[in-house]
Protein backbone atom coordinates (compact mmCIF):
# COMPACT_ATOMS: atom_id res chain seq x y z
CA UNK A 1 0.00 0.00 0.00
CA UNK A 2 2.82 2.04 0.56
CA UNK A 3 4.26 1.96 -2.26
CA UNK A 4 1.19 2.42 -4.53
CA UNK A 5 0.83 5.80 -2.13
CA UNK A 6 4.62 6.72 -3.22
CA UNK A 7 4.03 6.25 -6.60
CA UNK A 8 0.96 8.48 -6.89
CA UNK A 9 2.74 10.80 -4.62
CA UNK A 10 5.97 11.04 -7.86
CA UNK A 11 3.73 10.73 -10.53
CA UNK A 12 1.69 13.60 -8.83
CA UNK A 13 5.00 15.70 -8.83
CA UNK A 14 5.20 15.09 -12.71
CA UNK A 15 2.12 16.85 -13.61
CA UNK A 16 2.43 20.01 -11.39
CA UNK A 17 4.75 21.86 -13.63
CA UNK A 18 1.65 20.67 -16.80
CA UNK A 19 -0.64 22.45 -14.97
CA UNK A 20 0.88 26.23 -14.92
CA UNK A 21 0.11 26.34 -19.18
CA UNK A 22 -3.67 26.67 -19.01
CA UNK A 23 -6.01 25.11 -21.83
CA UNK A 24 -6.99 28.49 -22.89
CA UNK A 25 -3.79 29.98 -23.32
CA UNK A 26 -2.90 27.23 -25.82
CA UNK A 27 -2.87 28.22 -29.12
CA UNK A 28 -4.90 26.12 -31.99
CA UNK A 29 -1.86 25.82 -34.32
CA UNK A 30 0.07 22.99 -33.06
CA UNK A 31 3.32 24.24 -34.76
CA UNK A 32 2.95 27.50 -32.97
CA UNK A 33 2.24 26.66 -29.72
CA UNK A 34 5.58 24.20 -29.59
CA UNK A 35 7.04 27.54 -30.73
CA UNK A 36 5.20 29.18 -27.84
CA UNK A 37 6.53 26.32 -25.41
CA UNK A 38 10.25 26.13 -26.57
CA UNK A 39 10.80 30.14 -25.97
CA UNK A 40 8.48 29.97 -22.49
CA UNK A 41 10.84 27.43 -21.10
CA UNK A 42 13.75 30.43 -22.09
CA UNK A 43 12.05 32.69 -20.22
CA UNK A 44 12.44 33.46 -16.42
CA UNK A 45 9.68 34.12 -14.37
CA UNK A 46 10.25 37.52 -13.13
CA UNK A 47 8.16 36.85 -9.55
CA UNK A 48 9.28 33.28 -8.79
CA UNK A 49 12.67 34.39 -10.50
CA UNK A 50 14.28 30.60 -10.56
CA UNK A 51 11.45 29.08 -12.54
CA UNK A 52 10.84 29.29 -16.13
CA UNK A 53 7.24 30.78 -17.42
CA UNK A 54 6.29 28.09 -18.73
CA UNK A 55 6.34 25.97 -15.05
CA UNK A 56 5.09 29.47 -13.35
CA UNK A 57 1.41 29.82 -12.14
CA UNK A 58 2.00 33.41 -10.85
CA UNK A 59 -0.05 35.95 -12.31
CA UNK A 60 2.82 38.12 -14.29
CA UNK A 61 4.19 34.32 -15.72
CA UNK A 62 0.83 34.05 -17.26
CA UNK A 63 0.54 37.71 -18.95
CA UNK A 64 4.24 37.15 -20.66
CA UNK A 65 3.03 33.95 -21.74
CA UNK A 66 -0.02 35.38 -23.46
CA UNK A 67 2.00 38.05 -24.35
CA UNK A 68 4.65 35.45 -26.82
CA UNK A 69 1.73 33.93 -27.95
CA UNK A 70 0.20 36.97 -29.04
CA UNK A 71 3.24 37.74 -30.91
CA UNK A 72 3.47 34.69 -32.37
CA UNK A 73 0.16 35.14 -33.81
CA UNK A 74 1.05 38.42 -34.89
CA UNK A 75 3.85 36.87 -37.18
CA UNK A 76 6.79 37.61 -35.07
CA UNK A 77 9.90 35.92 -34.78
CA UNK A 78 11.05 33.59 -32.20
CA UNK A 79 13.75 36.39 -32.17
CA UNK A 80 11.49 39.33 -32.65
CA UNK A 81 9.81 37.92 -29.58
CA UNK A 82 12.75 37.63 -27.30
CA UNK A 83 14.24 41.26 -28.61
CA UNK A 84 10.32 42.97 -27.20
CA UNK A 85 11.13 40.49 -24.07
CA UNK A 86 14.39 41.90 -23.35
CA UNK A 87 13.57 45.38 -24.40
CA UNK A 88 10.67 45.49 -22.14
CA UNK A 89 11.88 43.32 -18.97
CA UNK A 90 15.73 43.70 -19.53
CA UNK A 91 17.88 40.91 -20.11
CA UNK A 92 17.31 39.23 -16.72
CA UNK A 93 13.76 37.54 -17.90
CA UNK A 94 16.46 35.54 -20.10
CA UNK A 95 17.28 32.31 -18.41
CA UNK A 96 20.45 32.24 -20.15
CA UNK A 97 22.01 35.79 -21.07
CA UNK A 98 23.49 36.35 -24.17
CA UNK A 99 27.19 36.62 -24.75
CA UNK A 100 27.55 40.55 -25.02
CA UNK A 101 30.13 43.13 -24.36
CA UNK A 102 27.81 43.99 -21.39
CA UNK A 103 27.62 40.40 -20.05
CA UNK A 104 31.36 39.58 -20.77
CA UNK A 105 32.25 39.60 -16.90
CA UNK A 106 29.00 37.90 -16.14
CA UNK A 107 30.71 34.95 -18.42
CA UNK A 108 34.04 35.45 -17.97
CA UNK A 109 34.16 35.44 -14.48
CA UNK A 110 33.54 31.95 -13.14
CA UNK A 111 36.09 30.56 -15.94
CA UNK A 112 38.58 33.14 -14.17
CA UNK A 113 38.33 32.38 -10.84
CA UNK A 114 38.79 28.67 -11.46
CA UNK A 115 42.04 29.20 -13.72
CA UNK A 116 43.48 31.70 -10.89
CA UNK A 117 42.70 29.23 -8.21
CA UNK A 118 44.33 25.94 -10.44
CA UNK A 119 47.53 28.44 -11.09
CA UNK A 120 47.35 29.91 -7.08
CA UNK A 121 47.50 25.71 -6.35
CA UNK A 122 49.94 24.84 -8.64
CA UNK A 123 52.28 27.87 -7.55
CA UNK A 124 52.10 27.07 -3.70
CA UNK A 125 52.34 22.78 -4.75
CA UNK A 126 55.91 23.99 -6.69
CA UNK A 127 57.06 25.96 -3.67
CA UNK A 128 55.98 23.43 -0.89
CA UNK A 129 59.14 21.46 -1.56
CA UNK A 130 61.65 24.62 -1.25
CA UNK A 131 60.25 25.63 2.10
CA UNK A 132 60.15 22.44 3.44
CA UNK A 133 64.06 22.70 2.73
CA UNK A 134 64.02 25.80 4.30
CA UNK A 135 62.53 24.75 7.17
CA UNK A 136 65.61 22.05 7.69
CA UNK A 137 68.00 22.59 10.50
CA UNK A 138 71.43 22.75 9.99
CA UNK A 139 74.35 20.47 12.05
CA UNK A 140 75.00 23.70 14.50
CA UNK A 141 71.29 24.24 15.11
CA UNK A 142 70.48 20.49 15.73
CA UNK A 143 73.38 20.84 18.93
CA UNK A 144 72.45 23.77 19.90
CA UNK A 145 68.33 21.98 20.12
CA UNK A 146 70.19 18.99 21.67
CA UNK A 147 71.70 20.95 24.18
CA UNK A 148 68.00 23.25 24.89
CA UNK A 149 66.40 19.47 25.46
CA UNK A 150 69.28 18.24 27.52
CA UNK A 151 69.89 15.36 25.50
CA UNK A 152 73.71 16.45 25.06
CA UNK A 153 76.37 15.34 27.12
CA UNK A 154 75.55 15.98 31.00
Not at 44 to 66: F, G, K, W, Y
Not at 117 to 125: C, E, S
Request: glycine share 6%; proline share 5%; hydrophobic share 50%.
Amino acid sequence: MRRVAALVFLLALHIVPALAVTPDEMLKDPALEARARALSKQLRCMVCQNETIDDSDAPLAHDIRVLVRDRLTRGDSDKQVIDFLVSRYGEFILLRPRFEWRTAVLWGVAPGVLVIGAVTLFVIWRRRPAAAEAAGLDEAERRKLADYLGSGDS
